[in-house]
């Protein structure tokens, strides 16, 4: 359940990796990085306000690793050391201090190996 494709699996690894350097990744990363911040500064009272409030946070933590997620059509959806190895990243990435910084690597990375891919196909 992987991409056959090798230009396309390049493509899906260029593009998370340029997304990666994205202010709006940045900002994603930040507000799902925080859970207790995010729920002082958006906080609404009732059962309404408390949904509406997990919503806004549920698309700050979507928009943070969407494309992590599209990673895994590249390497197989069933395949459990690549969900492993995203889902270490993503752990990383919202957890530990140097997260931020280490989003900015993890996007060179897959630029550089996603370029790979399209010289080679």
């Known amino acids: 359940m992987a991409f056959?494709?090798?230009?396309?699996?390049?493509?899906?690894?260029?593009?998370?990796g340029v997304y990666q350097w994205t202010p709006l990744k940045e900002a994603c990363?930040?507000?799902?990085?925080?859970?207790?911040e995010f729920l002082i500064f958006h906080w609404r009272e009732g059962t309404l306000g408390s949904f509406t409030a997990g919503v806004r946070h549920g698309v700050f933590c979507l928009g943070c690793c969407w494309m992590l997620m599209a990673l895994?059509?590249?390497g197989?959806?069933?395949?459990?050391l690549w969900i492993g190895a995203i889902a270490?990243?993503?752990?990383?990435?919202?957890?530990?201090p140097w997260g931020g910084r280490m989003s900015r690597v993890t996007g060179a990375l897959l630029v550089a190996w996603g370029v790979i891919a399209l010289l080679t196909a």
């Open 4 to 16: 056959g494709n090798t230009v396309l699996a390049g493509g899906v690894l260029v593009a998370a």
């Open 29 to 36: 990363l930040r507000h799902c990085r925080s859970p207790l």
């Open 72 to 74: 895994l059509f590249v």
């Open 88 to 96: 270490l990243l993503v752990l990383v990435e919202k957890t530990l």
């Open 76 to 80: 197989g959806i069933m395949h459990l």
